[in-house]
Nanobody, 121 residues
Framework: QVQLVESGGGLVQAGDSLRLSCAAS????????MGWFRQAPGKEREFVAA??????SYADSVKGRFTISRDNGKNTVVLQMNSLKPEDTAVYYC????????????????WGQGTQVTVSS
């Protein structure tokens, strides 16, 4: 059974940076796409970024500010978030997908419990 555990969330001011980490256990996920999603109160969960092997993809709203990376040896994935905005406030989830897709929640088999990110103005 795969377990994903996120860490690194917190309360920051607009313009600050945060680094989210996701640690996977139970299986080596080197052949999986690893993604980050977020869900704000009253909104649907939305795609933020994903990486498969060395290829990454980003939502337009975070492109140029967020960077996703992975360390297959440590079975971890990191989301570096810079120039944070109040609209980035949400619970951020790490997820793993084995199939070809990687931008929709339905394409992911495994999910973490989430970590709260709050950005004050």
């Amino acid at each position: 059974q795969v377990q994903l555990v996120e860490s690194g969330g917190g309360l920051v001011q607009a313009g600050d940076s945060l680094r989210l980490s996701c640690a996977a256990s139970g299986r080596t996920l080197s052949n999986y796409a690893m993604g980050w999603f977020r869900q704000a109160p009253g909104k649907e969960r939305e795609f933020v970024a994903a990486i498969r092997w060395r290829v990454s993809s980003y939502a337009d709203s975070v492109k140029g500010r967020f960077t996703i990376s992975r360390d297959n040896g440590k079975n971890t994935v990191v989301l570096q978030m810079n120039s944070l905005k109040p609209e980035d406030t949400a619970v951020y989830y790490c997820a793993a997908a084995y199939g070809a897709g990687w931008r929709r929640t339905s394409e992911y088999e495994y999910w973490g419990q989430g970590t709260q990110v709050t950005v004050s103005s």
